[in-house]
């Protein structure tokens, strides 16, 4: 059902799609895993189109420097409170690591807040339209530019202090 | 007429703070009694684990995680094997995914002990502290035996477990909880009975459900909100899914959701009895066979060295639950991307929410009421000069004061 909502509501947005049946216990009871590809431009949405089961849990907000881009990972919790129901979704996208700008989830869930504030002073991925950007691990002076989970210039390998 | 003016004050509480176990500082902004806003600085602890793992194999990696948090050892390694064993599409023995529940169910058992005596502590109830934390050491001592280590136990494997549970083993698991039956029995009868736990937790910290969806809540922090949310229910995994869990909630022990400290209690106390029924079961049902999809270390470090993939891992944690994404390119033995999200990091959120309207007194429980778990490193709090300093004998008067009004209050 949600493959089928997300195919019709993203149309060529969505790259590709796999499904991941995970069999648990003693008797291989299986529960899903839905992991979706989509172009940056049907981040919103895909995450809209969630929201059509109910109020979408926010799992993880992560993200990894693949060199000529970032790419996010957004997972998402839908149709809990069932039993055995409860599908994992997950979105993921490349984005340009000159114009590193996504819209913010906030207006839509204001939890998110957290997720995003760390990523930003993490990857350096700016979030249009979160109104909290102070830092939320890093200290308050923690140098511009400098983000630890980049692998290029900007990353942190100078600041780390060696031990032998 | 005389003119009054409203001073509001910032008051911090932490990084180092008798009220916090752990550092992480609220700021709340009061006027008088009453919070009016609060904000929470995290990240004095943060260690950069993730950064770490991303630099050690797989295996390495899996016992840094366990070093993660010291209450729920076992809740890291659990996500975490999880996730490696859906990225290589490995899948544990049927007996080691029974011995993985159990031992997660015992060391929920622990945590909410735990948890039952610092919220007591929180609010001065001293001797509850230590006759609860007293009945926690048997399970302690329990997986100590059964694990080797008090804390931090190295039993999970990347497609099973480490050890094997023998006859000896499971008549000591069943003696233990005998006792816990007892034992919760009686805790229910003090905590729920006793007219000082109700007077400071019911109202206090109130989080309705529509709060614990916004900010993402997860655990027993949303269960008391009334949402039937629980990982072991909505998507099992291991032993969970051979058998029927469902969610605690208040509105099927009292009847109704307030969403306070108080239903987080009841929750937290039915949910030890529920682990009990599960151990229980797991030992009942226990499946023979190998306790390890793969003995060799080596050959199973090289198996993740060719896989390319990516996976999801969750269980639920005493807290709530933790999720943890691992991505393998088929060049290393280690994770390149590892993405750690602990039950804290979520319910976190819920402080700036709750504490508003809470009075100064009350901070303690609402910040204590999540179980706050914060894996993070310490700084200096910096505290600037300024505002209106009050004399000592004008405080000493405003208390005497208030005490002389309550006294008027509760005794009319």
Redesign the interface.
């Known amino acids: 059902m949600v493959v089928e909502d997300l195919k019709k509501a993203l149309g060529p947005l969505l790259e590709d799609v796999r499904i991941?049946d995970?069999?648990?216990?003693?008797?291989r009871?299986s529960?899903q895993?839905v992991?979706v590809n989509i172009r940056k431009e049907g981040f919103l949405t895909a995450v809209r189109t969630l929201f059509r089961y109910g109020?979408p849990?926010?799992?993880?907000l992560?993200g990894?420097d693949m060199g000529e881009d970032l790419r996010l990972?957004y997972?998402f919790?839908v149709?809990?409170?069932?039993?055995?129901?409860?599908v994992?979704v997950?979105f993921s996208f490349h984005i340009p690591k000159l114009e590193p700008v996504v819209p913010s989830l906030t207006p839509m869930?204001?939890?998110?807040?957290?997720n995003e504030r760390e990523i930003r002073e993490m990857l350096g991925v700016e979030f249009r339209g979160l109104k909290d950007k102070r830092?939320?691990?890093?200290?308050e002076d923690w140098p511009e530019g400098k983000y630890?989970?980049r692998k290029d210039e900007t990353n942190v390998e100078d600041m780390v202090k060696r031990t032998r | 007429m005389m003119m009054t003016t409203t001073y509001t004050y910032s008051l911090p509480i932490g990084p180092i703070h008798p009220a916090l176990k752990e550092p992480i500082r609220v700021v709340a902004e009061v006027e008088g009694e009453r919070v009016v806003r609060a904000d929470v600085k995290?990240?004095f602890a943060?260690r950069?684990i993730e950064?770490m793992g991303m630099k050690r194999n797989a295996i390495q990696t899996l016992y840094l995680s366990e070093r993660i948090c010291g209450i729920c050892s076992i809740s890291h390694p659990y996500a975490f094997v999880k996730a490696v064993e859906?990225a290589i599409g490995m899948?544990a023995p049927?007996r080691a995914?029974?011995i993985r529940t159990i031992i997660a169910e015992l060391e929920r058992i622990h945590s909410h002990i735990l948890w039952l005596g610092v919220i007591a502590h929180e609010m001065g109830f001293d001797p509850l502290l230590y006759w609860t934390w007293k009945g926690r050491e048997m399970v302690m001592d329990l997986l100590e035996y059964l694990t080797g280590n008090r804390v931090n136990y190295a039993m999970y494997m990347i497609g099973g477990v480490r050890r094997d549970l023998n006859e000896k083993k499971i008549r000591a698991i069943k003696e233990n909880m005998n006792y816990y039956r007892q034992f919760n029995q009686e805790m229910k009868d003090v905590f729920m009975s006793d007219p000082t736990y109700k007077a400071r937790t019911r109202r206090v910290s109130l989080l309705t459900r529509k709060d614990a969806?916004?900010?993402?809540?997860?655990g027993p922090t949303a269960r008391a909100a009334g949402?039937?949310?629980d990982?072991r229910?909505?998507?099992?995994?291991?032993?969970?899914?051979?058998m029927?869990v469902?969610?605690v909630v208040p509105q099927d022990i009292t009847g109704e959701v307030m969403g306070d400290a108080y239903d987080v209690t009841l929750v937290r106390l039915y949910e030890i009895d529920q682990s009990i029924e599960i151990i229980e079961r797991c030992l009942e049902?226990l499946?023979p066979g190998p306790i390890l999809a793969e003995p060799n270390l080596i050959k199973l470090l090289m198996t993740i060295k060719r896989s390319e993939g990516?996976g999801?891992g969750?269980h639920e944690a005493p807290r709530g639950?933790v999720?943890h994404?691992v991505?393998f390119d088929g060049t290393r033995d280690g994770p390149?991307?590892w993405?750690v999200?602990a039950p804290s990091?979520?319910n976190?959120?819920i402080w700036g929410r709750v504490l508003v309207g809470a009075e100064i007194a009350d901070i303690p429980i609402a910040v204590g009421y999540i179980d706050p778990c914060m894996c993070?490193n310490d700084?200096v709090a910096e505290v600037r000069r300024g505002g209106r300093e009050l004399p000592y004998e004008e405080v000493r008067r405003k208390c005497r004061e208030k005490t002389m009004r309550i006294k008027r209050e509760v005794m009319g």
């Not at chain 1, 995970?22 to 008797?27: A, F, L, R």
């Not at chain 1, 830092?135 to 200290?139: D, I, Q, S, T, V």
């Not at chain 2, 229910?233 to 051979?242: E, G, L, S, V």
């Open positions: 991941q995970i069999p648990e216990g003693s008797k009871r529960y895993c992991w109020f849990h926010l799992g993880i992560t990894e990972v997972i919790k149709f809990y409170e069932e039993p055995r129901e409860e994992t997950v869930i204001p939890g998110a807040s957290t830092h939320l691990f890093l200290p630890p989970w | 995290r990240g943060h950069g950064f859906n899948e049927p995914q029974y969806l916004e900010l993402c809540a997860v949402l039937r949310m990982i229910q909505d998507q099992p995994y291991d032993a969970y899914a051979d029927d469902r969610a049902d499946p990516e999801v969750r639950e999720m994404y991505r390149v991307a993405k999200k990091y979520n976190i959120n993070c700084r």
